[in-house]
């Protein structure tokens, strides 16, 4: 090849993902996604299965996730791809079939999420406005309208959208450590009774049921860091930063999570706890009378704006990364060549997301819904670690004790069963997604395998 036809291939070559995330950036992203919004009202719920020791469930839930995080670490600094668990099934399997299933039930976790938050942020953004807008045509309008914004953001740059994380991180983060700190105060003054951090009120569940059935829905606010591997295309050495920065965000928001199911189990009476979805604003309530509660409806607004972005995000560099790949249209892997950004996945997952806010809006049981498919993905990830050991690498990269994917595989497969006394609504919701993605794999499948068989000459 002359120079001139080189120079003309690299011109015409698919432009790459712009490498910014450095490891503070990372740290936030993380933090932020899993954060989200689940701590905002999740607490009550855990404490209606579990009672006052409403803190072992996220603990046990963290330490599941602690475990699989392992696995992703040997995988993403094996393989710094976007693509994340889908890249890595495909590795392990080599089933089409399987691959696009997994891709399918990772976007999914996050479109619905993100579509359900940005009804949430319509709702609270009425709320702190004293809007009247009515619960179907307006809610669905501002909801709308705040994912054309959020699409706007991911579109713009990884730039753009990270620094817009890291604000909305630092918001949410502080409204954490106001209600702890609310708390602790009150507490310190004599409100509230530690004692009730070590009752177990399980109903007809014994105590260790009652706490895996709290898992179940605790473990969908620890869920999120998965999605970071999604960036890895645009991270700055990220065979170096993941293992420290992952890890670390992972202790600092189980940390949190711990200090605020606490202070909100001792300082509020547990039967008003469990009734409502802001018990975090009753611990404010009791510990601070006269603090300004209506700045909560805001802090709320940013926490469901972070992880909406956080999640389309991480949708769209799934399905770049899969198209990049071939296991998808490779149209969806095309990047913006001024933006750097990977523009007809932003587009395609937008259109679904509206889709969602305008045909479904607010899912039941999605939280556990969520849970539900990601558990399902963990234990093949969990499986793939130990099938991928036979493929080395050139470089090195994290490896995770062999024991750890073992347990992992075992652990998430067990919360998937019904065993753990899961709603059956959740199966329902679960099985409705999958069974879409078999109708898409079925439309795209036969064209995906005429290009990807090699030309006969």
């Known amino acids: 090849m002359t120079e001139t036809a080189a120079n003309r291939s690299d011109h015409n070559a698919e432009p790459q993902l712009k490498r910014v995330i450095g490891p503070g950036l990372l740290l936030l992203f993380i933090v932020g996604d899993i954060l989200g919004t689940g701590i905002y009202a999740l607490t009550g719920k855990v404490a209606a299965q579990v009672g006052g020791a409403v803190w072992v469930p996220f603990v046990v ?54 579509s359900t938050g940005a009804r949430a942020f319509a709702a609270n953004f009425a709320e702190a406005f004293h809007l009247d807008l009515s619960v179907g045509v307006g809610i669905t309008l501002v909801a709308v309208a705040f994912m054309l914004v959020v699409s706007f953001v991911n579109l713009r740059g990884v730039s753009e959208s990270v620094w817009t994380n890291v604000v909305l991180t630092c918001v949410e983060l502080t409204g954490l450590l106001i209600v702890v700190g609310i708390g602790l105060w009150a507490l310190g003054f004599g409100d509230g009774d530690f004692s009730r951090i070590t009752e177990f009120e399980t109903g007809h569940r014994t105590a260790l049921g009652g706490v895996i059935v709290a898992t179940t829905l605790s473990f969908y606010a620890m869920v999120g860091f998965e999605d970071s591997v999604n960036m890895a295309e645009e991270c700055k050495e990220p065979n170096r930063i993941f293992p420290k920065i992952l890890l670390t965000g992972l202790c600092i928001t189980g940390v949190v999570y711990v200090l605020v199911s606490i202070t909100a189990v001792a300082l509020v009476p547990l039967q008003e706890l469990k009734v409502g979805d802001t018990p975090l604003l009753k611990v404010v309530e009791i510990g601070a009378p006269a603090f300004p509660t209506r700045i909560f409806a805001f802090i709320t607004m940013f926490a469901l704006a972070n992880t909406a972005l956080i999640n389309m995000m991480m949708a769209s560099r799934l399905l770049y990364g899969m198209a990049r790949q071939g296991v998808i249209p490779q149209a969806l892997g095309r990047v913006h060549p001024f933006r750097r950004t990977p523009w007809v996945a932003i587009a395609f997952t ?44 050139e470089h090195q990269h994290f490896r995770t004790p062999t024991v750890l994917p073992v347990v992992g595989a075992v652990t998430c497969g067990f919360l998937v069963t019904p065993f753990t006394d899961r709603n059956n609504e959740q199966y329902a919701i679960a099985a409705v997604l999958l069974g879409i993605g078999v109708v898409l794999w079925a439309a795209t499948h036969p064209a995906l395998l005429r290009r990807l068989q090699p030309t006969r000459k």
């Not at 080599?94 to 999420?113: K, N, P």
């Not at 889709?355 to 399902?376: D, R, S």
């Open 61 to 114: 839930a963290f330490l599941v996730a602690l475990i699989t995080a392992f696995s992703y670490l040997e995988l993403v600094t094996k393989y710094p791809n976007a693509a994340g668990a889908a890249l890595y099934t495909h590795k392990a399997f080599g089933i089409q079939f399987l691959t696009f299933m997994v891709a399918f039930a990772v976007m999914c976790s996050g479109l619905t999420s993100a």
């Open 350 to 393: 937008a259109l679904l997301a509206i889709g969602l806010i305008t045909f479904v809006g607010e899912v039941p049981e999605l939280g556990g819904t969520t849970a539900l498919l990601l558990l399902a993905v963990f234990t093949i990830v969990n499986v793939a670690v130990l099938v991928l050991r036979r493929d080395p690498v």
